[in-house]
């Protein structure tokens, strides 16, 4: 599915990458497995993080279970160009909390030869879409949907049911605050 080559044919050969589902879905750990593959190959990387995102730590990005990978924060889409040197991948945790400028940096890098891998949320806790993530989804070569396990009945969950009451769009949470539900068990209790 993936090259993970980069011809040499004078040729731009980029792409972007998401890695899409719910809270608890593995995400982040996709991310960090394939960056690690990237790194045993000897291949130039940057991962990046949305400065809104330090539940764990503000220079790792970290999955739930624990797997980590040294990031950079920036505030805003654009701050990645100060950042980048010609890397050959470009990695974004948390894509749903960029600004929309994020779709054209992803594209404009894409399009230089990088291979852009963007893992997010697709969904807010209403079920809606999230942020810059559906125009991402539209303009990517690859998309991965990754699932959860339902906590209520066992099956794949897609949902990220919030167990606070909070109504705010964006609000950091880990298990305390998000459950991940399956589409029958989501509209038991839909918002």
Known sequence: MFLEQFPQDGKPHGW??????SMFSGKTEELIRRLRRAEF????????????????????VMSHNGAKFEAIQVE?????????????IVALDEVQFFDQDIVKVANDL???GVRVICAGLDMDFKGNPFGPMPYLLSCAEYVTKVHAICVSCGVPAQFSHRKAKQDDQVFLGAKDEYEPLCRVCYNKIKH
């Open 110 to 112: 894409a399009n230089q």
């Open 16 to 21: 972007i990458e998401v890695i899409c589902g």
């Open 41 to 60: 190959a000897n291949q130039k990387l940057l991962l990046f993080k949305p400065r809104i995102d330090n539940r764990y730590s503000e220079e790792l």
């Open 76 to 88: 805003s889409a654009n701050e990645i160009y100060q950042h980048w040197k010609n890397e050959k």
